[in-house]
């Protein structure tokens, strides 16, 4: 960051005019065309490198990249890096399941992220040890459902408990300055 003060947020937990979903639906709508095709990750990357509000934040493997990042336009201000640990640095692909639902909630009405939360912290996975395929059918279902519109099957062994965390994602992307860069995603 090139001030020591920002705080770790994306940039759609920054601002309060719109919602995430609707940010996306308009991103989407704008850049119809050169989108078509593209996963709901690809398209977050797309919008996080045109510096549009999305849920990611910008990250790199490359210590010099980062210095530069946390000094650039900002000659008043101390800048930050940070160093994430290995602990906490798995690295995930975009292809991944917990990637693919992470990245829908993007697209998912606020009412229905709140309802997802819930069933993963609070309600019935509580009691299933969070493994989906041990939920019962009627719980399922309403898992779901909510995943439905962001086209997320979610597979039976798959441990709920690892949405519940930001994840470190290597992008798949076309997108030469993210290579350049050795640009990850949170």
Do not use: W
């Amino acid at each position: 960051h090139s001030k020591i003060n920002y705080e770790l947020k994306s940039s759609v937990r920054r601002q309060n005019e719109y919602s995430e979903e609707i940010l996306f639906k308009k991103f989407d709508a704008q850049f119809y065309k050169e989108l078509r095709g593209k996963s709901i990750f690809e398209k977050l990357a797309i919008m996080q490198h045109h510096e549009y509000y999305s849920r990611l934040l910008d990250i790199t493997e490359n210590p010099l990249v980062a210095l530069y990042f946390a000094c650039k336009g900002n000659q008043d201000a101390i800048g930050i890096v940070y160093k994430f640990t290995p602990e906490i640095s798995e690295v995930l692909f975009e292809n991944d399941d917990e990637i693919k639902i992470l990245s829908a909630l993007a697209i998912l009405k606020q009412e229905n992220k709140n309802k997802l939360f819930h069933l993963v912290t609070n309600g019935v996975c509580e009691s299933s040890n969070f493994i989906f395929g041990s939920l019962k059918q009627i719980e399922k279902n309403e898992i779901n459902a909510i995943l439905k519109s962001a086209n997320v099957i979610v597979r039976d062994d798959f441990n709920l408990s690892r949405i519940l965390y930001p994840r470190i994602v290597q992008p798949n992307s076309s997108l030469e300055r993210i290579k350049r860069q050795g640009g990850l995603f949170i």
